[in-house]
């Protein structure tokens, strides 16, 4: 009996010492700081949607971008000028990430009530989970404690973000160098039951693969030629573009997935199970989401006295 509870003992303390090894973020960092950081950031993101509701796939891609280059730092955010190259022009990010107006409104808002307090990295994260909340889909507590960079790379920007041209292999490298599993990559891939993709980004899956719907792709080429129209919208959920649930994952199992990549998730591979399992179980969806958006928003984050707390979030202090 003694032996037994030793045992269940140490597995209780191993577990909890693989979950807080993450990082050294916690939900309630600005509890004495800045008590209203959180509601600062849901007030921004909800006038931004009401405004248009595109804009919350836009955060929520936003926070994404940012993760996967040298983890969380808030480097996406920095503005080129003639002696500072960044990311955003990168090429995966360049006429293509948006919202930076609404983290800068944000922004002066938090500077207004804790002045150098809350990071423009946690801004993303909060932002990014209170847009998949308002649009429909599931919270988490968000952590925080993230501090911004000093300095942002372009040549990681344009090697780190995963291509909508890659198949299911390199998109499954292109996650486990972040550290995130097939079981991250496919639920997270769910983000694309919003926004909107430009035709250059799915021009190649609706001509050259034969792993999509015949009628899909006629349709779609009608609106996006082989040449020309590059910035040319569809949406990446054809069926609720604004709406975060489980459609995006219906629309693979009609092999209706707008990019390349979003349709290698069912194409014959590990992956198809999780598609299968998210489309018929919006709740397993949601629960594995949240658990993935907290593990990719614990990517290399600045801590200690590591970065800075950026004043305006498109320049280095
Ligand atoms: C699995 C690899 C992924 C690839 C290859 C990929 C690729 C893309 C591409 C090409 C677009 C359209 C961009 C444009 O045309 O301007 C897009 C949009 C989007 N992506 Fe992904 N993505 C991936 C994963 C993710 C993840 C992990 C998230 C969030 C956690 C995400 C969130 C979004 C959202 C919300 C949009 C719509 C943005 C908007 O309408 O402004 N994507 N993605
Ligand atoms: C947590 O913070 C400590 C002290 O700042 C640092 O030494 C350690 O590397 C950090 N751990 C992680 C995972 O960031
Ligand atoms: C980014 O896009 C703009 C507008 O299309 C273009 O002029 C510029 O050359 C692009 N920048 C890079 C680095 O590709
Ligand atoms: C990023 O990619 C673009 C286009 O392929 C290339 O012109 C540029 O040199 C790359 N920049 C770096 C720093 O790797
Ligand atoms: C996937 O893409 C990589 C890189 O382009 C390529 O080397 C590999 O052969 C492809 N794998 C399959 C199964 O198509
Ligand atoms: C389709 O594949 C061919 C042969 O690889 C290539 O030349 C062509 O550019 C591709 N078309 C599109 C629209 O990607
Ligand atoms: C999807 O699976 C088919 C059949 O296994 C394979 O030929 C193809 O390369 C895969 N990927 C794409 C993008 O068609
Ligand atoms: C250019 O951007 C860098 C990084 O944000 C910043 O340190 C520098 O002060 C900027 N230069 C000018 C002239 O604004």
Same mark, same amino acid.
């Given at each position: ?15 909890a ?30 006038? +931004? ?5 595109r ?19 808030? #480097?996406?955010l ?11 022009t ?5 006429? #293509?990430?948006?919202? /930076? ?13 804790c ?21 429909g889909g ?13 300095t ?22 292109? /996650? +486990? ?60 959920? /054809? ?21 390349r990549?979003d ?37 290399k984050?600045?801590?200690? #006295? ?12």
């Amino acid at each position: 009996m003694t032996s037994y509870l030793l045992i269940l003992l140490i597995f209780i303390v191993a577990d909890a010492s693989v979950e807080g090894s993450h990082d050294n973020l916690s939900s309630n960092y600005y509890k004495s700081t800045c008590p209203k950081v959180l509601s600062i950031v849901k007030a921004g993101v909800a006038a +931004a949607i009401k405004k248009e509701p595109r804009m919350g796939a836009s955060l929520l891609r936003l926070h994404f971008h940012d993760c996967f280059v040298n983890g969380c730092d808030g #480097s996406i955010l920095l503005d080129d000028n003639a002696t500072f190259i960044g990311e955003k022009t990168a090429v995966p990010n360049n006429n #293509s990430v948006r919202g /930076f107006h609404v983290v800068d409104d944000i922004k002066a808002k938090l500077e207004k009530a804790c002045p150098g307090v809350v990071s423009c990295a946690d801004i993303l994260a909060i932002a990014a989970r209170d847009s998949t909340v308002i649009l429909g889909g599931p919270s988490w507590k968000v952590k925080l404690g993230r501090r911004d960079s000093i300095t942002a790379s372009r040549a990681a920007a344009n090697n780190s973000i995963p291509a909508p041209t890659f198949n299911i292999s390199a998109l499954l490298s292109s /996650f +486990a160098a972040q550290g995130l599993s097939l079981k991250d990559l496919v639920a997270l891939s769910g983000s694309h039951t919003i926004g909107l993709a430009r035709c250059t980004t799915f021009r190649t899956h609706i001509y050259n693969d034969s792993n999509i719907d015949a009628s899909f792709a006629k349709s779609l080429q009608r609106k996006c030629p082989k040449s020309g129209k590059d910035n040319v919208h569809q949406p990446l959920d /054809f069926q609720t573009p604004t709406s975060f649930d489980n459609l995006y994952f219906h629309n693979l199992l009609k092999m209706k997935g707008l990019l390349r990549s979003d349709q290698e998730l069912f194409n014959g591979s590990s992956a198809d199970f999780l598609v299968k399992k998210y489309a018929a179980d919006t709740s397993e969806f949601f629960k594995h989401f949240a658990k993935s958006m907290i593990k990719m928003g614990n990517i290399k984050p600045l801590t200690g #006295s590591s970065g800075e707390i950026r004043s305006n979030c498109r320049k280095v202090n």
